[in-house]
């Protein structure tokens, strides 16, 4: 019998289902009362699937609860140091056409990341902190030093 008993009390626990079946039971009796052709039938239908939507309503808030929560979570320094660094190597593969000498897109390798905190500091009226700046900077290097080691490997070097 408990294994009956303890969904539904779960059930109507949540505050959003409880609301909803007041609703629905006071709607009920005031519908009843006031209308002529609302039946009891009717009134029972209504208070039955009342928490129905309570359900609904809880489902709905829950999901936004984990949406706002999924947002919120930053993304680790881990994977942002290897996509930095993937970044890093498709610049200096992919620069060339746009830059020619290595030396300039290493130049802005090392400056795009301060811009970009530039650009943010003018946006937004933060400062942006020294940190996350070198950190992406190191990160492009790495990617730029990949490429390096890969034309060395093939004895492009």
Not at 47 to 64: D, F, H, N, T, Y
Not at 81 to 106: D, K, N, Y
Request: hydrophobic share 60%.
């Amino acid at each position: 019998m408990n294994e009956l008993l303890d969904p539904l009390l779960d059930m109507l626990a949540a505050p959003r289902v409880l609301v909803s079946l007041v609703a629905g039971i006071v709607a009920s009796v005031l519908l009843a009362a006031h209308v002529p052709w609302f039946s009891g039938g009717m009134g029972l239908a209504v208070v039955i699937l009342s928490p129905v939507a309570g359900m609904a309503w809880e489902a709905r808030a829950e999901q936004a609860a984990q949406r706002r929560a999924a947002r919120s979570q930053r993304a680790s320094k881990v994977f942002l140091a290897l996509l930095l660094c993937a970044a890093g190597l498709a610049w200096m593969f992919m620069g060339r056409p746009l830059v020619g000498s290595l030396e300039g897109r290493l130049a802005v390798l090392a400056c795009a990341p301060f811009a970009v905190g530039g650009l943010y500091a003018l946006v937004f009226w933060r400062p942006v902190p020294i940190r996350p700046l070198l950190f992406a900077t190191a990160s492009l290097w790495s990617g730029a030093g990949a490429l390096w080691w890969l034309l060395a490997a093939q004895g492009y070097l």
